[in-house]
């Protein structure tokens, strides 16, 4: 008997993606899966319920949602509806454990396998499933041209009879993943392109792609990133020299873009009020960290706010924003992973607990809260099971 695989809608007013794409339902139904989408789950990145049809899935009915074996979502379902999902189920999507702890509370009461997409490792055996590179990527693309549709004046320089147009200034605070796709797609628009990050790794990927790299000085021994390749939180001595290298430097630029985020832990602020203050009227700030609190102190979650001539921008859900382009990569993050781990010849998804993919984004198996970063947590808070 084939597996159920369920894809459901996003519920949240400000989600536009879906977590299946045509593509990936023809791919998932020539594995042999019975895929069920959830009706106008696509609707937001232009994925009519017809177009899924003609790819091979069926419309999602209650009673298919119940009975799915494997639950595809961008983010997590609200906890009423885990409660609906049968005993046994695994659950795929971004599932922000470190905000969300009731989440995995619940999925461990109802018996479900909960698996969070965004702790990938970084390992090469997982690129293809890695959903923060690829939404981060379009984060970053996205970032720029929200700073380009509010900044009044070109990008590029321009040389006209009347006179020459100077190019703008753009600054890149991160240079991962978010951080260079923001240089490569500020310099292709002309401009004048630096970037700073406290990984010393990053300065040799900054300059490849032509922009300055701007860091201060740390001891030989300190690296600024995690063994998982991710930046680290950094000492007060670090931060306070920091602060002050930028505050100079964000004075001379027209656009600042901020991508830095530490994974578990509140966006470092990078930007205070002085700084922005600081800054010539008309310039940009777009903080992509805004959500998690923001690298900019003055940004407000969801809203595009004015501060003294300085315009600072902190929508949420930026991958979102290109809904298409974020859903098709995505899908293709959870198709990856699925197909990596099924049997073609028993049709059965395999979940090895050993394994190391799976080790490091399980949250929940058997009735019992098993990532170790979690466990321990709840278990102090007396919540585990």
């Known amino acids: 008997m084939a597996l159920k695989l369920a894809v459901l809608k996003e519920e949240r007013a400000e989600e536009t993606r879906v977590a299946a794409s045509p593509e990936t339902v023809k791919k998932f139904a020539k594995l042999g899966f019975a895929i069920g989408i959830e009706p106008s789950a696509g609707a937001k990145a232009g994925f009519v319920d017809a177009i899924y049809q003609k790819a091979g899935a069926q419309l999602a009915t209650d009673d298919f949602i119940k009975t799915a074996d494997i639950v595809l979502s961008v983010q997590a379902p609200p906890l009423p509806r885990l409660k609906t999902l049968k005993k046994g189920a695994i659950l795929i999507a971004q599932l922000a454990p470190y905000q969300n702890q009731d989440l995995l509370r619940a999925c461990a009461e109802y018996g479900i396998d909960a698996l969070a997409m965004e702790l990938m490792p970084r390992i090469t055996r997982a690129q293809s499933m890695d959903v923060l590179s690829s939404q981060s990527n379009l ?169 003294k001539g300085v315009t600072i921008i902190a929508h949420h859900n930026v991958a979102g924003r290109l ?57 102090q808070d007396g919540g585990a099971h």
């Open 139 to 307: 984060a970053g693309y996205k970032a720029v041209l929200d700073a380009a549709s509010v900044y009044e004046r070109a990008l590029p320089m321009m040389m006209t009879a009347a006179g020459t147009i100077a190019p703008a200034r753009i600054f890149i605070m991160g240079a991962g993943v978010a951080g260079l796709q923001a240089i490569a797609t500020a310099k292709r628009l002309g401009a004048i392109v630096s970037a700073t990050d406290v990984r010393k790794a990053a300065a040799e990927q900054v300059e490849s792609l032509g922009a300055d790299f701007i860091m201060v000085e740390t001891d030989e021994n300190e690296s600024g990133e995690t063994k998982a390749g991710y930046a680290q939180e950094m000492s007060e001595s670090y931060q306070k020299k920091q602060a002050e290298l930028i505050a100079d430097h964000i004075a001379t630029q027209n656009i600042v873009i901020c991508t830095a985020l530490i994974p578990g832990r509140p966006a470092p602020e990078l930007i205070s009020q002085a700084m922005v203050e600081r800054m010539q009227a008309g310039s940009v700030i777009v903080d992509l960290a805004a959500e998690q609190g923001g690298n900019c102190s003055l940004s407000k979650a969801g809203d595009i706010i004015t501060h």
């Open 323 to 379: 809904a298409a382009s974020a859903s098709e990569l995505y899908a293709r993050n959870l198709y990856h992973f699925v197909e990596g781990f099924f049997d073609k010849e028993t049709g059965g998804f395999i979940t090895d607990w050993d394994d190391e993919i799976i080790a490091n984004i399980g949250l929940t198996h058997n009735g019992a809260i098993i990532h170790p970063a979690f466990k321990q947590t709840l278990e």
